[in-house]
């Protein structure tokens, strides 16, 4: 599986943006799938995850604010992301691993399949 984030760019605080996770050469049906993102001279940071079943999870800087979801007939992952801090200004990335487990959702060192990342930057 190939995967490849879209939909970044440039936004003032406030607004929105839609992120977009494409996945190639296999199906996502089976996976749990995650954003992270890094912001300049910062670690790769977990934003949020739905499983296989559907189950969503965040990081508490972002509830309320973005809102994961998948298409499995599409292979796609979506992250809406509403009323856009500055804070949110990084490069997201995509990730799944087969056999990832929930404890581990939110430990980046646990996927070993990556988009190329997709920059979102918010203005003040």
């Known amino acids: 599986v190939q995967l490849q984030a879209s939909g970044g760019g440039l936004v003032q605080a406030g607004g929105s943006l839609r992120l977009s996770c494409i996945a190639s050469g296999g199906s996502i049906n089976m996976y749990h799938m995650t954003w992270f993102r890094q912001a300049p001279g910062k670690e790769r940071e977990f934003v949020s995850a739905?499983?296989?079943?559907?189950?969503?999870y965040y990081t508490d800087s972002v509830k309320g604010r973005f809102t994961i979801s998948r298409d499995n007939a599409k292979n796609t992952v979506y992250l809406q992301m509403n009323s856009l801090k500055p804070e949110d200004t990084a490069v997201y990335f995509c990730?799944?691993?087969?056999?990832?487990?929930?404890?581990?959702?939110?430990?980046?060192?646990?996927?070993?399949?990556w988009g190329q990342g997709t920059l979102v930057t918010v203005s003040s």
């Open positions: 990730a799944t691993s087969a056999g990832l487990i929930l404890s581990s959702l939110r430990l980046k060192d646990q996927y070993n399949l």
């Open positions: 739905i499983t296989r079943g559907r189950a969503t």
